[in-house]
C-alpha cells in the first residue's frame, strides 16, 4: 500500500456480533464505507484484497488477534502505512502498550461511547488524508523543481550561446569573406584566362579537358551556394546576438510605415503567386517606441515563415493586419497553410529549431523574433490553428504619438 490515494474505506474487525451491530449503528452517517471482519483472518484477507484508510481491531478474535493481524500483514507487506487502531476489553497497560509498540495510532478501551468512536476515526481519516496530500504535494514540489532546474540549465546554455556568438560570428566570417572574395576573383578573372589556355592547347578536345571547362564553374557556383548559407546563419547568429537593445535606444516609429517596407523587401524573396494582403488603417494611432529596423526583420521573418508553409498551397495567401487599443499596438500575420502541430508548436521558439531541409531554414527566425520583441517589452504569440498559422505581436503603444 503506497501512500498516494484515499479510498474512504475503512476496516472494522470484531467478532462479537452484539458489539458489531452497535458499532455499525454507530458509525453510520459518517461519510465513509465500512466493511467488517468476523474473525482476525478474515479482517487479513480484506486488508490484503482491498484499499484502506483505516483499520479498527478488537484485540482479541478467534483465530488470529488484532496484535497478529497487524504482524502479519507487517510480515507481508513491510512497507505498510495504513493507520490502525485498537478497539477493546483489554485495558492492561501491557496490552496498551504492545498496540502502540506495534505502530497503533490509538487504543480504545471499553467501555467507551460511540461519540468517542466516531470522533476518533474521523480524527485518524482526517490525519491520514493530509498526510496523503502533503505527500503529493510534496512529490509535485519535486517534479516542479526538477523542471525549473531543467528550464535554467536550458536557459543558462542558450545565454552561453548568445554571448558565444559574436564571437564564434567574427571567427567563422572572416574565413567565410576571403573564400567567397577569393572565389569571385578565381571565376572572372581567373577562369576567363584559364579557359582560353585550355582552349588553345592540343588536349583540349579531350573529355577530360571537356569535363574540367563544364566542371569548374558548378564547383565555383557551389562553393558561393555554401558561403552564402554560411553568411546567412551568421547573419542570424549575429542578430540574435545583438538583439536584446536596452529601451532608451528605442524612438516612436508608425507600425504602418514597417509593414510597407517589409512587404517591399519581402516582394522579390517569395514566390509570384502568393498573395499578401494588406489594408492599411486610415488613422495614425499606431505608434511604438521601437527599433524600427528590427521590427522589420521580425516581419520579414514571419512573411518569409508564412511563404515557406503556403508553397504547395492553390491560392497561397498571408494576411497581415494592424490594430491599436487604448495602450497596445497589435499586428497579425496569418496564412493559409497547415498551421503548426502541437509537437513542433513546443520548440518553434529554440534557437535552431526547424522542420525544413537542410539550406532552407537555419532554425534561428522566430527564436530572433522572440528576443527582439522581448527587447521591446512586447509580446510575440503563436494564434493559429489548423486553417492556418497566425501570429500576433503587442507592442506597448506610444501614447505621445496617438
Ligand atoms: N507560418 C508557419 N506555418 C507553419 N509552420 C511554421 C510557420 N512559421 C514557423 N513554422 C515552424 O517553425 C519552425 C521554426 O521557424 P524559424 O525559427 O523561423 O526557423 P526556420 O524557418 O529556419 O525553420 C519552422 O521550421 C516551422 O516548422
Ligand atoms: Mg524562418
Known sequence: MTLDRISNRILIAEDDRTNRMFLKKGVSG???????????????????????????????????????????????????????????????????SKGFALGAVDYITKPFTMVEIR????????????????????????????????????????ATLGTMSAGIMH??????????????????????????IIKASPESETTKVKYILEEMPKMFD????????????????????????????????????????????????????????YTEPAQNTFFSKIDSQQIEQVMINLIINSSHAIEEKNSPTIKLSLKSTDNEVIF?????????????????????????????????????????????SGSIKYTGDSSGAEFSIHLPKELAYA
Open 30 to 96: 459518517l461519510p465513509y464505507e465500512f466493511v467488517f471482519a468476523e474473525t482476525g483472518d478474515d479482517a487479513l484477507e480484506k486488508i490484503l484484497s482491498d484499499d484502506f484508510d483505516l483499520l479498527v481491531l478488537d484485540v482479541n478474535m478467534p483465530g488470529l488477534s488484532g496484535f497478529e493481524v497487524i504482524q502479519k500483514y507487517k510480515e507481508l507487506k513491510p512497507d505498510f502505512k495504513i493507520p490502525f487502531m485498537f478497539l477493546t476489553g483489554q485495558s492492561e497497560s501491557d496490552s496498551i
Open 119 to 158: 470522533l476518533r476515526i474521523k480524527t485518524h481519516h482526517d490525519l491520514y488524508k493530509s498526510q496523503i496530500e502533503l505527500n503529493s504535494y510534496a512529490k509535485d514540489m519535486e517534479s516542479l523543481a526538477k523542471q525549473r532546474a531543467d528550464q535554467l540549465v536550458c536557459a543558462d546554455r542558450l
Open 171 to 196: 571567427e567563422i566570417n572572416n574565413p567565410t569573406t576571403f573564400i567567397s572574395g577569393n572565389v569571385q576573383i578565381m571565376k572572372s578573372k581567373f577562369f576567363p584566362v584559364i579557359e582560353k
Open 222 to 277: 557551389g562553393i558561393n551556394t555554401g558561403v552564402a548559407r554560411i553568411k546567412k546563419i551568421t547573419d542570424g547568429l549575429k542578430t540574435f546576438s545583438r538583439s536584446s537593445k536596452k529601451i532608451e535606444q528605442l524612438k516612436p516609429h508608425c507600425l504602418k510605415k514597417c509593414i510597407t517596407n517589409s512587404i517591399t523587401f519581402t516582394k522579390s524573396s517569395i514566390p509570384s503567386n502568393v498573395q499578401i494582403e
Open 332 to 376: 497579425k500575420i496569418k496564412d493559409n497553410g497547415p498551421g503548426i502541430p502541437n509537437d513542433v508548436l513546443e520548440n518553434i521558439w529554440e534557437p535552431f529549431f526547424t522542420t525544413k531541409v537542410q539550406g532552407k531554414g537555419t532554425g534561428l527566425g522566430l527564436a530572433i523574433c522572440q528576443e527582439i520583441i522581448n527587447a521591446h
